[in-house]
């Protein structure tokens, strides 16, 4: 019986000891991800989107797809928190037979670290962003421009690009 006690007051002094500061809640903002909207050149009021868009980041040698294949008129992608830059390649008209057309856009950027609380630790803030497009003889894109330089949350777009 002594032992059934101690064990009982053992396991609520465990489940007691948690706080609301050890959980992180999902309300909680984390890094942001970079928001881009793609819009069309001639037309610049009216959201363009891409076709069949592959994006593609290179991080460690290892390609990482952050969309493969999707028609869309703006994506969210992450911001390499471990580096000031981060390459991407946009792939327009991309399938499994046909490779698309490929796009370079390096976005750089000063990170900051801000401190949120115990149970959530640090998140990222991204300052000072550009990008840069890398041009070649068979562009897509025609313009990118950088609507916000500091990247602190994702209620709004961050860059634009034109194609």
């Known amino acids: 019986m002594i032992k059934k006690l101690v064990l009982l007051v053992f396991i609520s002094l465990?489940?007691?000891s948690c706080t609301k500061d050890d959980i992180c809640s999902e309300g909680t903002p984390t890094t942001p991800f970079l928001i881009i909207t793609?819009?069309?050149?001639d037309n610049?009021?009216?959201?363009?989107?891409?076709?069949?868009?592959?994006?593609?980041t290179i991080i460690d040698n290892d390609s990482i797809h952050v969309y493969r294949f999707?028609?869309?008129?703006?994506?969210?992608?992450?911001?390499?928190t471990g580096a000031n830059f981060t390459d991407y390649l946009f792939v327009k008209d991309d399938n499994t037979e046909n490779?698309?057309?490929?796009?370079?856009?390096?976005?750089?950027?000063?990170?900051?670290?801000?401190?949120?609380?115990?149970?959530c630790a640090f998140k990222a803030i991204y300052t000072q962003l550009s990008a840069d497009l890398e041009i070649d003889t068979?562009?897509?894109?025609?313009?990118?421009?950088v609507n916000k330089f500091i990247v602190e949350n994702e209620n709004e777009t961050h860059v634009t690009i034109f194609h």
Do not use: C
């Not at 793609?38 to 050149?41: G, L």
């Not at 610049?44 to 593609?56: A, E, I, R, Y």
């Open 14 to 16: 465990i489940v007691n």
């Open 38 to 41: 793609f819009k069309n050149h």
């Open 44 to 56: 610049p009021l009216f959201s363009k989107s891409v076709d069949s868009l592959t994006v593609t």
């Open 70 to 80: 999707v028609t869309t008129d703006s994506i969210a992608i992450p911001l390499n």
């Open 99 to 119: 490779p698309g057309n490929t796009d370079n856009i390096n976005f750089n950027y000063q990170r900051e670290s801000v401190y949120i609380n115990r149970a």
């Open 138 to 145: 068979d562009n897509w894109i025609d313009e990118v421009i």
